[in-house]
């Protein structure tokens, strides 16, 4: 069953090869969402502070009759955070509101904050998240968290880490999905042991009208979003499904099969969409918070 299945970090941590999507789940229902995902078998539970339901995450973990050191939490720090004494202060309340003890991994949401990213700024803000990326360290060393990485880090944004940090990030958390497959970024990361995770993974829906998907996906007789998931596996990268539907996150999770080579180099054309990450940082934008020191 490949909710059993692991990757193994470049810290040599073992991370289960699917992980849970919480975003845009509130923290009143991300408590039913994430029982229902442990109990379906899903070992593997995405969060960020930005999300807003990390008490919810970490009440349904504790109330789960699952062991918590068989679950494995990865958190974010906003990208709105960026100093050291912002950093310390959201791994702290992370740790405060998630309630579960260690927390398995920390990331940077973003290389910059969002309104940078929709206004096209040019700053890079690397001793920003170098500072960020400082207060990430101590608390590894701190036994605080256990594995660190970033999101959304384009090739410059990693080379500045892997170059004046101490820890090597362990995964960079990106958008991938049969349409749309950042190679460069997927090449440098596979060269240096970063493992990639891959949000939207079904385009947030965009592919379920795809002719050629869904003519490939009634081929092994599942669905659009199962073929999506079973993709971005056979590409080597860590899928984030999400949904709140019992029935949906049983028929995610049910990928037992293997997508023949000529079909995987079929998906690997189909036309390419534009990127979903603009969409989503004009809806957080609208709901923006503050969150410490820009």
């Known amino acids: 069953m490949v909710l059993q299945e692991k990757y193994t970090l470049n810290n040599q941590l073992e991370v289960p090869k699917i ?9 009143e229902n991300v408590i039913l969402a994430v029982k229902e995902a442990l109990e379906i078998g899903y070992r593997h539970i995405d969060t960020a502070i930005h999300y807003e339901n990390e008490e919810g995450v970490g009440k349904a973990i504790r109330e789960s009759s699952i ?4 679950i494995f939490v990865t958190t974010k720090i906003p ?18 509101r998630l309630d579960i003890g260690v927390i398995d991994q920390v990331l940077i949401h973003s290389p ?6 929709l206004i096209g700024s040019p700053k890079p803000y690397f001793d920003e998240n170098l500072a960020v990326w400082k207060a990430m360290e101590e ?3 701190e036994g605080k968290i256990r594995s660190i990485g970033v999101s959304n880090f384009e090739i410059a944004d990693l080379e500045n880490i892997l170059k004046n940090g101490k820890i090597k990030p362990a995964v960079n958390q990106v958008e991938v999905h049969i349409g749309l497959a950042p190679r460069d970024i997927m090449e440098y990361c596979e060269k240096h042991d970063i493992l990639i995770m891959a949000y939207s993974p079904n385009a947030t829906g965009k592919l379920i009208n795809d002719p050629v998907v869904k ?10 979003p199962q073929l999506s998931i079973r993709y971005d596996l056979q ?16 028929e995610n999770a049910n990928l037992d099969f293997v997508i023949l080579e000529e079909d995987m180099i079929t998906l ?16 957080v934008i609208r709901n923006i918070r503050s969150f410490g020191k820009k």
């Open 19 to 27: 992980a849970f999507g919480t975003w845009q789940i509130s923290n």
């Open 67 to 70: 062991p918590r050191e068989d």
């Open 79 to 96: 990208p709105e955070v960026k100093t050291y004494e912002g950093a310390k202060a959201c791994i702290e309340n992370s740790i405060e």
């Open 112 to 117: 910059k904050p969002w309104r940078e990213l």
């Open 139 to 141: 608390a590894v060393e």
């Open 215 to 224: 003519r490939v996906a009634d081929k092994y007789g599942v669905s659009v």
């Open 235 to 250: 590409i080597g990268v860590l899928p984030l499904p999400r949904s709140t539907n019992p029935v949906h996150m049983k």
């Open 268 to 283: 690997s054309k189909v036309k390419e969409r534009h990127n979903l990450w603009w969409r989503r940082v004009s809806k």
